[in-house]
């Protein structure tokens, strides 16, 4: 499952890796993310993945360093 502005790049490593995570979540609108592109704006915000028994962690920063 997928659930707000996850950057295409997160979705396909979730797909392509064996990670036993459920899906990924980008909490609110966050500007730069996919679909929220304001010119060179970016506001850091966090991919979290979660799994089955409802566990979340951290999957990517953005900026990415």
């Not at 609108?29 to 506001?43: F, K, V």
């Not at 850091?44 to 951290?58: E, S």
């Amino acid at each position: 499952m997928i659930e707000g502005h996850v950057p295409a790049q997160e979705v396909k490593k979730l797909l392509t890796t064996n990670t036993g995570l459920e899906g990924l979540a980008v909490a609110g609108m966050p500007i730069g993310s996919p679909g929220m592109e304001y010119g060179d704006r970016q506001q850091p915000y966090t991919v979290m993945a979660f799994d089955k028994a409802g566990n979340t962690q951290a999957f990517q920063h953005y900026p990415k360093p």
